[in-house]
């Protein structure tokens, strides 16, 4: 097949960048890599860079990671019963990922901890093996309706006035469907801060680009594809972009031939099995793009190319099926791409 090259659609002109200098930085963070790659601002040393950067992922981790058992969210999952004050960061992200649960109708939802831990993908660990050692076991009903009790964004409880998030005993919040891409937003502002503002962010696939290298070229990456893929090989400019892939080949077991993805269906309380194989979306920020690659999976291979049309995102969506896998993707999509190339 011919490559694909897809262009930002928002009209906006690149300003100049300011050296003729690139300098890249790499490190480990959330289980995963990140990269960065600039042009550096006059006066700025490399080390305040990767200094700064390093400074966000932690502040990062230390807030939301489930993860790390010192994290606020941590805390706040393992806490007694009651209203607990957050901090103004936590409360930002927490509103923020309720707003993208209330749009998508709960098909990302940061309550579903206790779903995610009783399917094996969270900190307590896989599931145990079955009783031959041939393979993991899968959640009873009553355990998947237990864990349900537990979940759903619509039982959770804030009281604005004082800043605090009700734990009702047991709710464990898990926001990783928006804080890798979260992380990408907050190092790309601290480096726009830091005058850096043509930059490549990435971690764990999840990328953002501001402005343009120093060839007035932007920064092109490559889009995650699963195995077997239909869509030929697509690459896209990241100017003043954000991209994100959620895919069901990343995280997943297998029981007797059941493939049992980490993306969880929070109105079912089961692993998303609707047949979509992966879903790339390109938006403005990052955790936008990574709230909703993860919404349009759950929500399936009809609702949520309908839902992403409706909204005006651009995704395009891998689906399995009788003949094999098909790509779908929206207007939006295919308003950015570059036919002549």
């Given at each position: 097949m011919d490559n694909r090259v897809l262009i930002p659609t928002h009209g906006k002109r690149p300003a100049p960048a300011p050296s003729n200098l690139i300098r890249d930085f790499a490190g480990e963070t959330m289980g995963t890599t990140w990269a960065v790659r600039l042009t550096p601002p006059p006066g700025v040393e490399p080390d305040d860079l990767q200094a700064a950067i390093e400074e966000v992922l932690a502040e990062v981790v230390l807030l939301f990671s489930h993860w790390e058992p010192r994290s606020e969210l941590s805390r706040l999952n393992a806490a007694p019963p009651g209203f607990w004050a957050v901090s103004e960061p936590f409360w930002a992200l927490?509103?923020?990922?309720?707003?993208?649960?209330?749009?998508?109708?709960?098909?990302?939802?940061?309550?579903?901890?206790?779903?995610?831990?009783?399917?094996?993908?969270?900190?307590?660990?896989?599931?145990?093996?079955?009783?031959?050692?041939?393979?993991?076991?899968?959640?009873?009903?009553?355990?998947?309706?237990?864990?349900r009790a537990l979940s759903g964004w619509g039982r959770l409880r804030l009281n604005r006035d004082a800043r605090a998030v009700q734990q009702l005993g047991g709710v464990k919040l898990d926001l990783s469907a928006i804080a890798k891409g979260h992380a990408v937003d907050r190092v790309s502002e601290r480096l726009t801060a830091l005058g850096a503002t043509h930059h490549l962010?990435?971690?764990?696939?999840?990328?953002?680009?501001?402005?343009?290298?120093?060839?007035?070229?932007?920064?092109?990456?490559?889009?995650?594809?699963?195995?077997?893929?239909?869509?030929?090989?697509?690459?896209?400019?990241?100017?003043?972009?954000?991209?994100?892939?959620?895919?069901?080949?990343?995280?997943?077991?297998?029981?007797?031939?059941?493939?049992?993805?980490?993306?969880?269906?929070?109105?079912?309380?089961?692993?998303?099995?609707?047949?979509?194989?992966?879903?790339?979306?390109?938006?403005?920020?990052?955790?936008?793009?990574?709230?909703?690659?993860?919404?349009?999976?759950?929500?399936?291979?009809?609702?949520?190319?309908?839902?992403?049309?409706?909204?005006?995102?651009?995704?395009?969506?891998?689906?399995?099926?009788e003949t094999g896998l098909t790509e779908i993707v929206t207007p939006a999509f295919t308003a950015m791409l570059n036919e002549g190339a």
């Open positions: 927490l509103n923020a990922a309720l707003d993208l649960a209330d749009e998508t109708n709960g098909a990302v939802d940061p309550t579903l901890g206790a779903l995610v831990d009783l399917w094996g993908f969270g900190p307590p660990g896989p599931r145990p093996l079955d009783a031959f050692g041939q393979g993991f076991t899968v959640p009873f009903e009553d355990e998947i309706a237990a864990a962010v990435e971690i764990g696939g999840e990328l953002r680009g501001a402005g343009v290298k120093p060839d007035r070229h932007p920064w092109w990456v490559e889009l995650q594809q699963g195995p077997g893929a239909p869509a030929p090989h697509t690459v896209a400019a990241l100017f003043d972009l954000a991209v994100a892939t959620s895919g069901d080949w990343i995280r997943r077991y297998e029981v007797y031939g059941q493939t049992y993805s980490h993306t969880i269906d929070g109105r079912t309380g089961r692993p998303v099995a609707n047949g979509v194989a992966s879903v790339t979306v390109l938006a403005e920020t990052a955790m936008y793009a990574d709230a909703m690659s993860t919404a349009l999976t759950v929500m399936g291979p009809e609702e949520g190319p309908a839902f992403a049309e409706a909204v005006g995102i651009a995704a395009a969506f891998v689906v399995r099926g």
